[in-house]
């Protein structure tokens, strides 16, 4: 079983940029697709991002295209976001998932999560 720890997050101005790191545990990890969501008080998890198997395929949230990238380093057992021109309604807590297909969306579809980090873009 996977098992994901997130880390890099923090509090940046709106426009400034943070990167994101999920490390995994794991000898599969290099098969499985991956994702980023996010969280704020209140709501249901969305989702921000997601990236096939071998990093050749990526599928964004429209909110953060062409502000985010998703990529990921198999021979780190790595997945990242890069997140660039932050605005406000980007804070929430980020989490890395797997455990569906790349195509998922939904938090409900997605069974191994990590702990989350805090992202807070003041403006």
């Known amino acids: 079983q996977v098992q994901l720890v997130e880390s890099g997050g923090g509090l940046v101005q709106a426009g400034g940029s943070l990167r994101l790191s999920c490390a995994a545990s794991g000898r599969s990890f290099s098969t499985y697709d991956m994702a980023w969501f996010r969280q704020t008080p209140g709501k249901e998890r969305e989702f921000v991002a997601s990236?096939?198997?071998?990093?050749?395929?990526?599928f964004y949230k429209d909110s953060v295209k062409g502000r985010f990238t998703i990529s990921r380093d198999n021979a780190k057992k790595t997945v990242y976001l890069q997140m660039n021109s932050l605005k406000p309604e980007d804070t929430g807590v980020y989490y890395c998932a797997t455990g569906a297909s790349r195509y998922s969306v939904s938090p409900r579809e997605y069974g191994v999560w990590g702990q989350g980090t805090q992202v807070t873009v003041s403006s």
């Open positions: 990236i096939s198997w071998n990093g050749a395929w990526t």
